[in-house]
Structure formats: C-alpha cells, structure tokens
C-alpha cells in the first residue's frame, strides 16, 4: 500500500491522510454531533480505497503472483491475526465479564466471511479491489467503463442483499473500484501537482461538490450495512471528500507537531483499527463507568463530547500495542524484517 509512483518513497501527506482518515473512523464508532457523523461517513471508508489507488504502482512489481503474495502479507495476514484476537478477546469478554453464552464455531465462521471482527472487516474487500484492479490495469483500454458498471453493479447487489452479509463484503468491493481508480486518474494526470500541493483552487471546487453530494444525500452512509442513500450522490461525496482531506492532509505536510502524530497513527492504522473498536472501547467503558461512574447515555455528554474523549483515549492505549507490534512481530502488520529493509535498501 506505500508504492507510489515510479518510486518506493513514502509520500509523507499520504501517512498524515492515512492518520487523519483512521481518526475518524474511531470517532464515527461512538457518538458524536449527528450532522459530523453524516460528513464524516460521507467518505471517510471511500478515502482509504482512494489512497490505496493513489499509491500503488503496478508497474514495479514483475507480475501477479509476486504482487498478489505481497498483498496477501500486507493484508491477509494482519486480518487472520489481529481478527483472531479480537474474536478470542470478544469470546473472553463475554464470557467472564458479561456471563454470556459463547459459540466458537460461530464466531470462527464469522472471521472467515468477514461478519464479525468489527471494522477489520474493510480490509477484505480493500484486498478484493487491490487484486481486480491488477487484473484492470492490463486492459489496453476501457478501464473506465469497466469500473463505473462494476460500482453499480456493486450497488445492485447491495440491494439484492440488503438486509444479509455478502461473503467478504463484495459488493463493497465492486462499488470501492469507483474511489480506487478515480485516486489513480488524479495520480497520473496534469493536475497531480496542484493536488499533491494543496492546490486552494481544487480544494474549494471538490469542497462546493462535496457540499452538494451532501445537500441531496443527506441521510448518514454505512458500507458495511449497504446503506449508500442516492448511489450517484454517495460517489460523488466520496470521491470530493477525498479530495477535500488529501488537500488539507498535504497542507499540513508543512506543520511539524500535529504532521508528526497524523503521521505515527497513519503508518500504524491497522493496530488501530484492530483494538479501538471492541477491546479499546470494552476497557474504557469499564473504567470510565466502574472508576469514574461517567454515564454517557442521553445526556450533554453522550451527544457532544463523549465521542472525543473516547478517541483521544483509545489512540493513546493502541501507542503501546503499536510499539510492541513494530519492535517484537513485525509480520503482524505485514512489514518486513530488517533484512528484507537492508536487502531493498
């Protein structure tokens, strides 16, 4: 997911957006304003499938296979991990902590299909669009086509199935080709400079469409649960609200402190993802409402603060995991050994 371009160097706005969108999927996970919550889920799945066509080059790797095997390392591996522990930690919780009734089989069939590891399961049909987009980009001509019909293609199975899970959420894949391609059409076209920098001009024009998607589609968007409200307006939001934080992400390439957190969390999303959703919330709403006695249901609390507060703690407690994860199992994240770095290097 870090190739970008001709070249293997990271693009730094790419980690700051990156840290930004992976904030905002832990503040969409707990209450907040209802109006940032509708902004918010506007695009903010849509963003990581538009980063990852943004950065990966094809082109350097010496064909499928070798590109396949790295994406199943740095994709399919940290799921099967981090959605194995999240499963164990579940069947724990509710098992000694709720006495609840707990069935392994199940919960194992539901880290198969994807249904049952919280947000993990976005990397599925992020791996899905990584390896069909492969296959794309080898058409002489026609990707475009290709990709508009597969999106709402996509949405008719969402349709078909709106009210049941759709094994490793492909219609999300097919629709997500839309936010992947559309990245890379901006990558390699003559406006890359002006987007890469910030451009004002660009930033109010995908502002004023963003607005407009949002003025049409006003009802609150969920991927996971084949909630898009207008289809046409959901792609267009998508897509301008990318632009929108890509072009406020490479502004603050140029601000040291608040580039270096974005930064940290960016090249650590998927621990976050992994540990913010069932164990990072379970342990502080045991130690907010056992030590503290803060009870945030219907009040000013809930409804305005609640959300921040809980952010801000949880990203704090996923520091110690990332740090362990990068120094003891690399692997984990699909990252590879110092030797492999030497070697590349």
Partial sequence: MNETGTTSKRIEWVDIAKGVAIVLVCLGHRDIPQSMRVWVYSFHLPFFFFLAGYTTNFESYANFWTYATRKVRVLLVPYFVFGSANVAFHLFFDRFYRHAAVDLDDALLHLLDGSGVGPLWFILPLFVVEVVSYALNLLPRGKTIVVILSSF???????AFSSSHIFWYLNVALISLFFFWFA??????RINKRFAK???????DALTVHAISLAFNSEIVVMGYNEFGIFPFFLLGGAA???VVASVCARLEKTRRVKRVFVYFGKNTIPIVAFHYYPGYMILETLFYKSFGLKYMYNVFS???EGFVYTICVLMLCVPIIEFVNRFAPWMVGKGTMKEKRVSS
């Fill in 153 to 159: 293609g996509g949405y008719a199975l969402s349709l």
């Fill in 184 to 189: 890379r059409f901006i990558r390699y076209s």
């Fill in 198 to 204: 910030g451009d004002v001009a660009l930033f109010l």
């Fill in 241 to 243: 609200g990318s632009v």
């Fill in 303 to 305: 409804y305005n603060i």
